[in-house]
Nanobody, 117 residues
Framework: QVQVTETGGGLVQAGGSLRLSCTVS????????MGWFRQAPGKQREFVAE????????TYADSVKGRFTISRDNVQSTVYLQMNSLEPEDSAIYYC??????????WGQGTQVTVST
């Protein structure tokens, strides 16, 4: 069973930065993609960014392009989400997930990000 653990959330002022980390307990050939998602109160969970372990190919939601950067450290089995120019609308619980095949099957417990005005 793959375990996913996020760290790095917190409170930051608008315009500030935060870096989230996500570590997985194991990696398999079927779990090549790691993703970040977020869910704000009263809203559905939404995709933020993803990256593949093997090739490092990245994909971003339009709402975060140019502000957020996803990266990975294959040795540490850790994925990062660098968030810059944060806006109050970025406030949410951020979840990291590992894929199994074509779906995200393993999820972390989430970490709270709050951006104040």
């Amino acid at each position: 069973q793959v375990q996913v653990t996020e760290t790095g959330g917190g409170l930051v002022q608008a315009g500030g930065s935060l870096r989230l980390s996500c570590t997985v307990s194991m990696r398999t050939s079927a779990s090549d993609t790691m993703g970040w998602f977020r869910q704000a109160p009263g809203k559905q969970r939404e995709f933020v960014a993803e990256i593949t372990w093997r090739s490092g190919i990245t994909t971003y939601a339009d709402s975060v392009k140019g502000r957020f950067t996803i990266s990975r450290d294959n040795v540490q089995s850790t994925v990062y989400l660098q968030m810059n120019s944060l806006e109050p609308e970025d406030s949410a619980i951020y979840y990291c997930a590992a894929s199994r095949g074509s779906t995200f099957a393993y999820w972390g417990q989430g970490t709270q990000v709050t951006v104040s005005t």
